[in-house]
């Protein structure tokens, strides 16, 4: 049943799921550096290709039967419309988006890879102008620019070396800016006919499919990963995938995709406040600087616009 949407409610669940993908980044980071492990071990490298194929298809595995033990078999039920839509989402938008980041990461370096993501919120503004679903006011430029500026010194682009630009990773951080843009606009508007657990469940489902199709099981297993990798791919599924993406998807219920997604910059200063909180990392003067300004930034974008340039009202579904 539709309810009145809650824009408080929906950048609530948007900083929740930032705050677990910066978990998320903080843990990947203390695994591969040699803090996550007894006595100062670290993790072997894993694959980009398998990071991505592990977070969606253990999701899916442990989403399907809690959802269908609650629901049964016909509360999964969707249109084959909507299905086709949802597969897509999934292989486009979070399949992609999560490779080509990763892939960036291990070309460049996560400065690299995060500050060209997070362009997504200026492709999503660009959309919505050139469909006629927003107007570009002063109000939302700003926000989005603020959000871009914001996350670039937060991560520390400001500073000798901050920048790796190896071409292969820069194509992959701007496909993957192309990816996250997709699925907030093509998300918030599923998302307006049914409850994001069924979505969610739908796009790990076709990006595992699809992942299995691109990595078959035999070369996970030929892979040769240990007990302690496969453990730490199980929880970071949950911690990266399972729990955000629901939070995110709840978000854009509530919410018009470029509050979205310019909230969606909490995800590097969270990232940045962990890293300096638990696994003692220096935090920089211009990167308090940028804190501030993507705090900013979601602060200009919910700020309610002039009559007749509201966006439209999502039902969400509860």
């Known amino acids: 049943m539709a309810t009145r949407n809650h824009p408080v409610r929906g950048y609530a669940y948007i900083a929740a799921a930032t705050l677990l993908w910066g978990v998320a980044a903080t843990l990947g980071r203390a695994a591969f550096t040699g803090r996550l492990l007894p006595s100062g071990q670290a993790l072997q490298p894993i694959d980009p290709l398998i990071l991505s194929q592990s977070r969606t298809t253990i999701s899916f595995l442990v989403l399907l039967p809690l959802l269908q033990r609650r ?4 509360g999964l039920k969707i249109s084959k419309s909507d299905f086709g839509r949802i597969l897509i989402l999934g292989v486009l938008g979070v399949a992609a988006s999560n490779y080509l980041y990763y892939l960036s990461i291990q070309r460049t370096n996560v400065a690299t890879a995060i500050i060209l993501q997070y ?23 700003a926000a989005v620019a603020l959000a871009v500026v914001g996350s670039a010194l937060a991560i520390g682009v400001v500073g000798a070396g901050a920048l790796k630009l190896d071409p292969v990773g820069v194509m992959a951080a701007l496909l993957a800016a192309v990816s996250f843009a997709f699925y907030n606009v093509a998300g918030h ?20 499919a699809f992942w299995l199709l691109v990595n078959p099981p035999w070369k996970l297993v030929a892979a040769h990963y240990s007990g302690w990798q496969w453990g730490f791919l199980a929880v970071f599924a949950l911690v990266s995938v399972l729990g955000p993406f629901s939070l995110y998807f709840a978000g854009l219920q509530h919410l018009e995709p470029t509050r979205a997604i310019v909230a969606s910059c909490l995800e590097p200063v969270f990232s ?9 990392e220096a935090l920089r003067p211009v990167q308090t600087l940028g804190i501030v300004i993507v ?13 007749g340039a509201e966006p439209t009202v999502v039902e969400p579904i509860e």
Do not use: C, N
């Open 189 to 208: 508007q599923i998302l307006k006919r049914h409850d994001r657990w069924v979505v969610l469940l739908y796009t790990t489902f076709s990006a595992a």
């Open 272 to 280: 940045i406040v962990l890293a300096a909180l638990l696994l003692g």
């Open 295 to 307: 705090l900013a930034a979601i602060v200009i974008v919910q700020l309610p616009e002039r009559a």
């Open 71 to 74: 629901r049964g078999w016909s």
């Open 119 to 141: 362009t997504a919120p200026v492709l999503v503004l660009l959309y919505m102008v050139a469909r006629g679903l927003q107007k570009a006011t002063l109000q939302r430029v």
